[in-house]
DNA sequence: CCGATTTTGTTCTCACGTTCACAAGCTCCT
DNA sequence: AGGAGCTTGTGAACGTGAGAACAAAATCGG
């Protein structure tokens, strides 16, 4: 019989067929990359090749295969047909996931209009907004719906996913709204950090937080001798209304 | 005088100010938090406070904020503006960046009439697209211009930062034309790997990764029992070529 | 049938990131 | 002036992630 394995220093801890949270986020881009294998005909790809045109090292991609389970062959590869399946099945998207977009603004506009999601195992249920002006707009094949209506289309369409394309400030409120729905995946746009309950996953995308990550790196590029001066802390702490302008700034 | 050092074991291996990468990608978030306090009259507060506002651990803000200098005070907290200045100063957002945007399509279309860049940091001094029945469009202030006229627009502009909204199709001849012209730092939405030479700097915004890993986390909370079987690997892997259709769609 | 060749799956080690815990330093009150 | 009470800055421990390296397994040619 198996001994009780005592826990290894330095492995992660992690449950029954429990993924490492850094593989979990390439999984998709593995999936991306044997799709585009796939249309391209090609039916068998090293770790190599994939590694390639996923854009990682590929030590990186064949450890990650591997907590999915042993699915190529040595001295072969892997088949782009069967571990593009196996890929999706991990993910959870052999199947389309229902999902709802609230605030449909210039984002909320663009994302109903994106025909990318269908394809990649998502259905957009329902477009919510609260301004009774939008309330009946056609987007392509959808209309938009009163925020009000949110309890039933969550309960009738079994949806576990919201994105929250709102102004910052009713983002929170939204959320709460999402959550006590049912709603238990959110994917917020707004500039804010939201607080949601246990058990509610959540997930952001920030536009001015990427380009400010991207502004840090150039700023270094450029030569820091162009930086300018630190100004020193004055004696006391006070007066110091008058320093220049920063962005950074809150809301819509 | 100062000592040499030499390396502690475990330390991490930063040039002069360096500030590790993850660090870096917070920075963005305490400066809107710092923003948030500011606008609400706050002048002090400490560093659970501004943990709170971001979202963190306080010992990991704490962290964060010590590889800029001891911008706080024992026993009483961070002084809100200086805190602010001192962010907005080592990310390089005390003054605009240029940027470009590339591909006007719904999500450009969304971008350009976004207001919160200019508040943090940036801005935007030119549309760009290759359909001539685009060009000449009025966005708000802006015009959309043809994407022949990129050259010229980041050299006399000193455009350091491209934006790409383009279908995944023509993202890295996009992608080289912008490194060509000098832009060395991208964000790109193109669902696409983008290879760029050394020196420039990318970053991506891919919302169906988002989506998918929320749907992995999503399936394991509703059972893993729901989970189809695991098709084994027939003898011979050929013959696999009616599996279901799953998402991972690559294109547009 | 066997050895050469290829490529996976995994182990080992090092680097990076997070969190705890506490001494050092500041303010305020008596 | 001196001690009580907070809060920062950081050393040290721990956990996670990345990459090099290699043994194991499969194919293929002779
Ligand atoms: N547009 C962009 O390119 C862009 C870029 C980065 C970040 N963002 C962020 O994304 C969010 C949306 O941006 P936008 O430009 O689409 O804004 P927007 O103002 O155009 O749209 C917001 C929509 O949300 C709706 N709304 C407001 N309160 C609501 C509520 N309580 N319930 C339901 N709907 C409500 C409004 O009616 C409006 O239609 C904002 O938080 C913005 O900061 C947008
Ligand atoms: N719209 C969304 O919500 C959304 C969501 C996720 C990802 N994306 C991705 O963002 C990108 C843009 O999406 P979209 O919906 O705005 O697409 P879109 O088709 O509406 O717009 C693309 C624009 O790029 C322009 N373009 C094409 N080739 C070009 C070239 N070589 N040079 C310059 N311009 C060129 C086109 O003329 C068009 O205006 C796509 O890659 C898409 O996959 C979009």
Redesign the interface.
């Known amino acids: 019989m198996t001994p009780a394995r005592s826990r290894r220093p330095g492995a992660p801890t992690r449950t029954e ?1 429990g ?1 490492p949270e850094a593989t ?2 390439r ?3 593995y ?6 294998l796939s ?1 391209s005909g090609i039916a ?1 790809a090293s770790s190599e090749d994939l590694a390639t ?3 990682v090292n590929s030590a990186k991609l064949r450890k990650d295969l591997s907590y999915l ?1 042993s ?1 190529g ?1 040595r001295g ?1 590869g892997y ?1 782009v ?2 571990l ?11 199947q ?2 229902a ?1 709802v977009i609230v605030g449909i603004g ?2 909320g ?3 109903a ?5 269908g ?4 259905r957009i249920v329902a477009l919510l907004d609260a301004d009774p002006s939008l309330v009946g707009e056609r987007i392509g094949e959808m209309v938009v719906r009163d925020f009000a209506e949110l309890e039933e289309i969550v309960a009738s369409d079994r949806v ?2 919201g994105v929250i394309t709102t102004p910052a400030g009713p983002a929170q409120e939204v959320c709460d709204r999402l959550v006590a729905a049912g709603v ?4 917020n746009f707004a ?1 804010v ?1 939201l ?1 949601v309950p246990d ?1 509610v ?1 959540i ?1 952001k ?15 270094r ?2 030569g ?1 001798a162009a ?2 001066e ?2 020193e ?1 004055p004696a006391t ?2 007066g ?2 008058d ?2 302008s ?7």
């Open positions: 067929r993924i979990v986020a999984l998709p881009v999936l991306r990359a044997l799709t585009a249309d068998t045109a996923a854009g389970g699915y062959t072969v088949d047909e069967y593009r399946y196996q890929i999706a099945r991990e993910i959870g998207v052999t389309d996931w999902v210039n984002l506009h663009a994302l209009n994106y025909s990318g999601f394809t990649r195992g998502f576990s996913i238990t995946s959110i994917l500039p950090v607080s058990g996953d997930r995308v920030d536009l001015s937080i990427e380009l400010q990550i991207l502004a840090y790196h150039e700023q590029k450029s820091e930086l300018p630190v100004p802390l702490m006070n110091l209304t320093l220049p920063v962005g950074g700034g809150v809301g819509a």
